[in-house]
């Protein structure tokens, strides 16, 4: 279960990262929500859990109302994930990473450091 919760974290992050930093996003709006409300669930239902990754600021962005708008400071290693899907997604056949990583502000070194 611990598994579950810290990938289904980690996929709302990812995707909170697209949607409200880059304006990009890959999945649906229907299946953004849905991420959020298992998240929710699944925090909910481990209250007790306080070591799962990121605790603090899902828990502070994330309400049933609210998604990750909130969020103005991603943890690196969030930001390197969203970065490489979001690369593997949409752009890889169009252009280089490093051109990529440029058009959004980051370069090579900030995610290799991530």
């Known amino acids: 279960m611990n598994e579950l919760i810290q990938q289904k974290i980690r996929q709302y992050l990812v995707h909170s990262f697209l949607y409200y930093q880059l304006d990009e996003s890959i999945i649906s709006d229907r299946i953004y929500d849905q991420i959020c409300a298992d998240v929710v669930k699944l925090i909910s239902e481990n209250l007790d ?5 990121f605790h603090n600021l899902v828990k502070s962005s994330l309400t049933e109302n609210a998604s990750g708008f909130s969020i103005n400071k991603y943890p690196p290693e969030i930001v390197s994930a969203a970065l490489h899907l979001l690369y593997q997604s949409n ?3 169009s252009m280089s990473f490093e051109t990529f990583l440029a058009r959004f502000g980051y370069s090579s070194s900030e995610i290799r450091n991530a």
């Open 49 to 53: 859990n306080n070591s799962l990754p």
């Open 91 to 93: 752009y890889v056949d």
